[in-house]
């Protein structure tokens, strides 16, 4: 069974870089045809989408968070992981990492990690 976890600092000070990383257990980052993702979801929002890497090792961001966020990983660990630089009190979220592939079309989401909360504050 595959199992997603996060981990990274829970407090980062403004203007800093939040780094976090998602290490996979009981299947491969490099599995064909499956996006390893990043989500936020700040206190009384919803969630939002930061990012991805493929399989293959391809990116795509946000485009709200572009500037700003990198997503790579470590096949040799089976990680990826999350940079959000000059983060500010805005960035104030529980942090997700999740996988999802496409079936006949349909995005679907098959692993999640627990969530992670990151405070940004001094």
């Known amino acids: 069974q595959v199992q997603l976890q996060e981990s990274g600092p829970g407090l980062v000070k403004p203007s800093q870089t939040l780094s976090l990383t998602c290490t996979v257990s009981?299947?491969?980052?490099?599995?064909?045809?499956?996006?390893w993702i990043w989500l936020r979801q700040p206190p009384g929002k919803g969630l939002e989408w930061i990012g991805y890497?493929?399989?293959?090792?391809?990116?795509n961001y946000s485009p709200s968070l572009k500037s700003r966020t990198s997503i790579s990983r470590d096949t040799s660990k089976n990680q990826f992981t999350l940079q959000l630089s000059s983060v500010t009190p805005e960035d104030t979220a529980g942090y997700y990492c999740?996988?999802?592939?496409?079936?006949?079309?349909?995005?679907?989401?098959?692993?999640w990690g627990q969530g992670t909360q990151v405070t940004v504050s001094s």
């Open positions: 890497i493929a399989y293959s090792g391809n990116t």
């Open positions: 009981g299947g491969s980052i490099t599995t064909t045809s499956y996006y």
């Open positions: 999740a996988s999802y592939v496409y079936r006949d079309n349909v995005r679907e989401y098959d692993y």
